[in-house]
């Protein structure tokens, strides 16, 4: 485990921390005016390889060398000129920082690092870290890599769970959850909608499955997994006989069929490292959670059952009640991922990016 100090006086602004996987939402932008939860479980944090934050350049400043060399394949709005290697926690992880009033960008329901980091080490007063709790913003505290040093705790790190742990722990993410808006009691305005996170994950993934394409049919098992990924698959792809074949493969599960020309395969929540197929198939990330929840879904069981529940099983009865409108992955998301695959240089990879605006009209994303 670590704890981050000041690099200016030394002082600790962390408890002691255990290192995971950057989220797939960790930038994502949901609705307008919508609550988010925290991003970071407590005693973790996760870093960013990437820089992310002000101050911004627009794609049309920066020189095609200097974004291909960022690993950059396709106009974007936008790329940061922060330095690398941000550390994200929950806010409640934070110790002895300040807000700096002045620096308080945002202000729509909170705050959203537009002035560049906003909380100051308490002892000695210098800028470390970005508090983000504006509305559709997953609350996190971001420190800045140039002013914190991270330090081991006394004590050996436990070593990451295995696949095996990882499946007996069975920590899955719902695709359905409540979402509110800002200020707003939770039961007095809230509505099921599809996950946040899902719809994160399903933005990464999208990117990932079109590139595996080659500009050619893709089809998806059936069920939950066809109603997240088969629409925007057979509006983006074109139609014929010769389709590749997508199918499930991780822990826990029976080998893909020899067909199966792409394997959605899940990402370790700790490691970040994706499963690795022995098949040669093209691998598509998902989080653990989701892809735990595809490849092994909860039932409902439609009747009572004889007994009582075990302990520590919660369940809506009736269910959660569903979403109104049919799955569509994060723009965002889809787009930061796509514009750094190598085959967005395709030009029909590359036409699907820049009419990205019209299929959200759509309803597609």
Not at 4 to 29: D, I, M, N, W, Y
Not at 72 to 89: E, F, K
Not at 151 to 175: F, Q, R
Request: aromatic content about 8%; some cysteine; proline content about 14%.
């Amino acid at each position: 485990m670590f704890v981050f100090a000041c690099a200016g006086c030394g002082a600790e602004l962390t408890t002691p921390l255990s290192r995971v996987a950057l989220p797939a939402h960790a930038h994502q932008k949901y609705g307008n005016g919508i609550q988010l939860p925290v991003l970071m479980e407590p005693g973790t944090f996760a870093v960013d390889p990437e820089p992310w934050g002000p101050p911004w350049r627009t794609w049309e400043e920066i020189p095609p060398d200097e974004a291909a060399a960022r690993g950059v394949h396709a106009p974007v709005h936008a790329l940061s000129d922060s330095t690398p290697g941000a550390i994200v926690i929950a806010p409640g992880d934070a110790r002895g920082t300040l807000l700096i009033p002045e620096k308080g960008g945002g202000y729509c329901c909170g705050l959203d690092w537009a002035d560049g980091p906003n909380m100051a080490c308490e002892a000695c007063g210098l800028p470390v870290a970005s508090r983000i709790d504006d509305c559709s913003l997953w609350q996190a505290v971001w420190l800045a890599p140039d002013a914190v040093r991270r330090l081991p705790v006394d004590g050996a790190e436990a070593a990451p769970l295995s696949w095996a742990e990882l499946m007996a722990e069975g920590k899955s993410t719902p695709p359905f959850e409540p979402i509110t808006t800002w200020g707003s009691p939770l039961k007095s305005n809230y509505w099921w909608s599809w996950s946040p996170r899902w719809e994160a994950a399903a933005g990464q993934a999208l990117a990932h499955l079109l590139a595996a394409s080659r500009g050619l049919p893709v089809t998806v098992p059936d069920g939950l997994i066809q109603e997240v990924f088969q629409r925007a698959l057979d509006t983006l792809l074109p139609a014929g006989p010769s389709a590749r074949r997508a199918a499930l493969a991780g822990p826990g599960r029976p080998a893909p069929e020899a067909d199966a020309d792409i394997l959605l395969v899940p990402i370790h929540p700790q490691t970040g490292e994706t499963w690795a197929p022995a098949d040669p198939a093209y691998p598509v990330p998902l989080p653990f959670g989701v892809w735990l929840w595809l490849a092994f879904p909860e039932p409902y069981l439609p009747v009572p059952a004889s007994g009582v529940m075990p302990d520590g099983v919660l369940r809506d009865d009736p269910p959660a009640p569903r979403p109104r409108h049919p799955f569509r992955a994060d723009p965002g998301t889809f787009r930061e991922t796509l514009a750094r695959l190598p085959a967005v240089r395709s030009p029909w990879l590359r036409e699907i990016l820049e009419n990205l605006t019209q299929h959200m009209r759509a309803g597609l994303f």
